[in-house]
């Protein structure tokens, strides 16, 4: 398959525009400034982008915990998800959220829940609206592997399978649940063979891989716009941080329960890296070229916690606000 510089360009410029917004909130949140957790989403930047990209404006997603990544690349403000996640009034969700709940109704990312598998079920509903409505959108749940032990996703796939729904199950398959390795709570990690009994389309890829990522998603949406969904995607990943935060900070001490050896192996296997060759291999771009990305994205990050800081925290008397439509 072929691409266009332009596309290309555009992969990598937003995968590392989710890297360096999500390096960049390290700091403050070891400093204390960010009360709110934070679920990084470095390392697994080529989903969301690989995904996001083979979607329309109008197509809706769905996040979870670690959904910082998901906003970027379906188009979100990047000041506005920076001031939610230092819980400001100019944040996505108006500072009530924090980096747990954010939100962009306008880019079609209807919502993100730090509750596990909590909007797999909201992306069905989605999804049976649109079929009913005979509209030609896509939803995309985004979840993690821990939420494969959750009953609802069952439920879910029978029902989007039943109905034959425009809906693209991810499990963005990171090989821990919360800090739990996947031997160690699943008889069988290929997590995609959950799909099979439902007669649902289900890959396994690499999700480390942006354009093996961007072409199963792309033939996951031809799929459902023609009427032939669902789709089950999963991604084998790995996430550079904790799982909150920084690090793992197991009872106050910061520290990882993976071994060195286990996560410089999966460094290795960066995705932005691994692009990076692949665009200097091709001529797509030249090793100074890629700095001056860095640099302007890296003053487009600094400019939104510019922004967050100049930004006024939420009023104590208006808490109850936006809560209910007025």
């Known amino acids: 398959m072929k691409y266009s510089k332009k596309f290309l360009l555009d992969l990598y410029e937003t995968m590392l525009k989710i890297r360096i917004a999500e390096e ?6 070891l ?3 960010i009360k709110t957790p934070c679920h990084l989403y470095s390392g697994e930047e080529a989903i969301a982008v690989g995904i996001c990209a083979a979607l329309k404006k109008e197509d809706y997603i ?4 670690r959904s910082h990544g998901h906003y970027i690349a379906k188009g979100g403000s990047l000041n506005e998800m920076i001031a939610e996640i230092y819980c400001k009034e100019t944040g996505c969700s108006r500072g009530r959220g924090g980096s747990m709940h954010l939100i962009c109704p306008e880019v079609g990312l209807l919502g993100a829940a730090p509750i596990v598998a909590g909007t797999i079920s909201l992306a069905v509903g989605s999804a049976l609206a649109s079929k009913i409505k005979g509209e030609d959108r896509v939803t995309v749940s985004f979840f993690g592997d821990g939420a494969a032990g959750e009953g609802v996703l069952h439920e879910c796939l029978n029902f ?11 499990c963005e398959n990171n090989l821990y649940s919360t800090h739990m390795p996947i031997r160690e709570c699943r008889v069988n990690p290929y997590i995609y063979r959950l799909a099979i009994p439902f007669e649902i389309k289900s890959f396994r890829i690499d999700g480390n891989n942006v354009l093996k990522v961007y072409e199963t998603a792309k033939k996951a949406v031809e799929l459902c716009r023609s009427k032939n969904g669902p789709v089950f995607i999963e991604c084998i990943t790995y996430r ?3 799982h909150v935060g920084p690090d793992d900070n197991i009872q106050g001490v910061h520290t990882d329960i993976r071994s060195k050896e286990e996560v410089e192996k999966w460094r290795k296997r960066d995705p932005i890296v ?5 665009l200097i291999k091709n001529k797509i771009i030249t090793n100074k070229e890629i700095e001056e990305i860095k640099r302007k994205i890296e003053e487009e990050v600094k400019k ?3 922004f967050s800081n100049n930004s006024p925290n939420p009023k104590k008397e208006e808490v109850n606000k936006y809560v209910f439509k007025e």
């Open 24 to 29: 960049s909130l390290v700091e403050p949140i």
């Open 31 to 33: 400093e204390g400034i």
């Open 62 to 65: 769905f996040g979870n915990h």
């Open 160 to 170: 989007a399978a039943l109905k034959k729904l425009p809906i693209i199950f991810v």
């Open 240 to 242: 550079l941080r904790g």
């Open 274 to 278: 691994r692009f990076e060759r692949f």
């Open 304 to 306: 939104a916690h510019i």
